[in-house]
């Protein structure tokens, strides 16, 4: 039985259909990607999934649990989200250490000192940045610190909203590549929500595509890396992602 199972979920917002009759599975320790441009839908199923966003129709199965209504305080041991925009994700006024301790004090955990100091650790900060302000931080820092919140509760399943589209290319990779670490040390489930193919490739096995709130096709990596796709929307969307190439025809001598 897969961990995450949805099945039909559509979300509409009045008369506006943002997902419609989505439907995919995703296993334990498994990396999952959602692309799509923007606007697809794809950020809204991380939304309904983690309670933000009402749902409309279909089911959401968590561990064999279906999930309806307010979520418990308890599913959010077990599912974190990192949100897109670093910027906007962390309170000004409080320091890491207050970004950090919060959840812990949430969740009655009493050993918030310990978790802080290895959770810092763990996302290559270290304790110098606890009693820093956001705004003293760079954009990467703020990430770093984004996924070191949703890792402090020691969760099953994380759900990554753009996780590193607000940064530079240079810190995006070590972004990415830290993502891809703590998967494997802590056994992870990922869904990862994208609008970069070469993203996806990189950090998924498998990757849905949407388009209009709607999945167009499930890929494997090894399909989408070999071009394997089938749907038009697909196809164009891997040729935009290989950027502009100027034809050889046109080139001065």
Known sequence: ?????????????????AVRDVSFHVSEGESYGIVGESGSGKSTVLRAICGLTPVTGGSIV????????????????HVQ??????????????????VLSEPLAIHGFVDAEKRVERALEE??????????YP????????????????????????????????????????????????????????????HDLAVVAHMCERLLVMQHGRAVEELTRAHLQAHEATQ??????????????????????
């Open 1 to 17: 039985m897969p961990l995450i199972d949805i099945s039909g979920l559509s979300v509409s917002f009045g008369p506006v259909s």
């Open 62 to 77: 968590i561990d064999g649990e279906t999930l309806e209504g307010p979520r418990k305080p308890d599913f959010y041991r």
């Open 81 to 98: 989200m990192v949100f897109q925009d670093p910027y906007a994700s962390l309170h000004p006024r409080h320091t890491v250490d207050k």
């Open 123 to 132: 996302v290559g900060l270290g304790s110098g940045f606890r009693f820093r």
């Open 135 to 194: 705004h003293q931080l760079s954009g990467g820092q703020r990430q770093r610190v984004a996924i070191a919140r949703a890792l402090i509760l020691e969760p099953r399943v994380m759900l990554l909203d753009e996780p590193t589209s607000a940064l530079d290319a240079s810190i995006q990779a070590e972004v990415l590549n830290l993502l891809d670490r703590l998967r494997s040390e802590r056994g992870l489930t990922y869904i990862l929500v994208s």
């Open 232 to 253: 038009p929307y697909t196809r164009d969307l891997l040729a935009a992602s290989e950027g502009y190439r100027p034809d050889p025809a046109l080139r001065h001598p």
